[in-house]
C-alpha cells in the first residue's frame, strides 16, 4: 500500500520534482504566483520512498464550488497501475472530505509528437480513465492551456550540448537571414534579471510596452506587470527578460558606413578590371536594398527621436529542471516586418538556454481547435486556430518538434456542481476576453 499525506516539508517537495525533470508548474513556488487560488500539498511514499507529489491549486467559484486544478499532473511514474490508482482514490477521499467540486488535470504526457503517435501518451490515456478520469475534449473550457506545445531539443543522444551554431544551420532560411541581419538594422538585445529589475522600473515598462502590443493583436491572455514582476521574483534564481530595442542612432552610423562603402565600390569602379566589376555592382546592389529598408524604417519610427532606444520584441524565459520555458514573448508591430526581430529575439534566447545547460527550449503553447475523439477515446490530431496558424509555423522554423498532450482530464466529485462549473466556465470566460478589449480600446484612447 502506498502512503498520501499533506506536506510539509515543500524543499523535499521541490527537490523530488526537480530530480524527477517535473515541471515549475509542479513546484510549490508556483502557488506564490497563482495567488488567487489557495494551495495543498500532497506527497505520496512508498516504504519511506517518496514516489508522488501533487500541488493542487484550489478555487471557489459562484455557485460551482471549490475547482481543484492540479497543473500538469502529478509527479510521479504514469506507468505504474497501482499507485495512480490509489492516488485517484485518495484524491477522490480528499475532494469528498472538503466537498469539492472536481480536480482537472492536465498531464505532460505525448500523444503524438510531430503527427506520429506516442505509446505512453495512449497507456497514460487509458489508465487514467481507468482510474475514474474523464477526458474534457472541449478545449475552449479548458482551465489553463492547450495541449500543444514546441520543444526544441538542445542536447544530443549522448547528452552534450548543441552549438548554437549547428541549431542556427537547422532552421529555416528566414530564422537563419534574421539572425544574420538583425545587428545590421540597428538591434541591440539586452537581458535583465530581477535585480536589474528592482534597481530600473524601466525595464518592466519597455517589456510591458511590447505585451501589450503583441496581446492586442492576438488572442495571448493578457497579464499586467505586476503579475510577471512577481513571477519573475518568485523564480528569480531562474527567469529573466530578454527585450530586443531597436537602436535608431545605431541603425543611422550603419547605414552612412554603407555609403562610405558603396562610394569606395563607385569609385573602384573606374579602375576595376572586368573581372571584377560585377562583384562590385552586386556590393553596389545590396547596399541600395539595405538603404531603402532603413529608410522605410526611419518613415516607420518618425514619431520617435533620432537617439531613441524602442523596445520592438521582448520574453520573459523561466529555466528550470532541464526546461527553459518561453512564458509571454513577441513582437510589437512597429517595424516588426523591417528588422525580423522576433526570429533574433528567440535565437539569443536559445543560446541562452544552451549556456545555462538546458536539455529542452520550450517555444510555449499554441490555441487549437476542438478536437475529435478518435477510436481509441483519445483526442484527434490538434490543428491550431485560424489566428495561430502562422504563430504554429514561426514556432516550427527552428526545427522545433510539435507535442500534442493527452488533454486535460476531469475527476468528478460533485456531479451537478460539476455540472454548473461546466455551463458557468464558458460564459465566464467570454465575458473576460470582452471586458479586457473594452479595457484595452479605452487605454488606447
Known sequence: MYE???????????????????SFLQCSSWANVKEAWKPKYYSGFL??????????LIRKLPLAGDIWYISCGTVSDYKNERLQEEFAAFLKSQMKESGATCAIIDPLISLRINGEDCSDGLLAHKLLTKCGYELNPDIETYTYKHPVQLFLKLKDDEGQAIPCDK??????????YSVRVGTQRGLVAKTFTYEDIEKNPKIMD?????????????????????????LIKTFKD??????????????TKL??????????????????PKKKVRGLNDEIDVIDKNTKSYNARIEETKQYGDDEKIPVAGGLTLRYA???SCLFGGTRNIVRNNTRSSHYLNYLRICKSIEEGCDIHDFGYVLVKNPKITQDGTLGPLEPT???VGINEFKKSFGSDYHEFIGEYVLVGNRFKFFLYNRLMPKAKKSKMKLVKIVRKIQGK
Open 167 to 176: 541549431i542556427l544551420k537547422k532552421c529555416e532560411k528566414g530564422v537563419r
Open 206 to 230: 519597455d517589456f510591458m510596452s511590447v505585451m501589450h502590443d503583441t496581446s492586442d493583436r492576438n488572442d495571448f491572455v493578457e497579464r499586467d506587470s505586476g503579475y510577471c514582476k512577481n
Open 386 to 388: 485560424d489566428n495561430f
Open 47 to 56: 516504504d519511506g520512498e517518496r514516489v508522488l507529489t501533487c500541488l493542487v
Open 255 to 272: 547605414e552612412l558606413e554603407r555609403q562610405s562603402k558603396k562610394q569606395n565600390a563607385i569609385k573602384a569602379l573606374e579602375t576595376a
Open 238 to 251: 531562474s527567469t529573466d527578460i530578454t527585450i530586443v530595442y531597436y537602436d535608431k542612432e545605431l541603425d
Open 322 to 324: 532541464g526546461v527553459a
Open 4 to 22: 498520501f499525506k499533506v506536506e510539509n516539508d515543500l524543499e523535499a517537495f521541490d527537490d523530488f520534482v526537480v530530480k524527477n525533470k517535473g
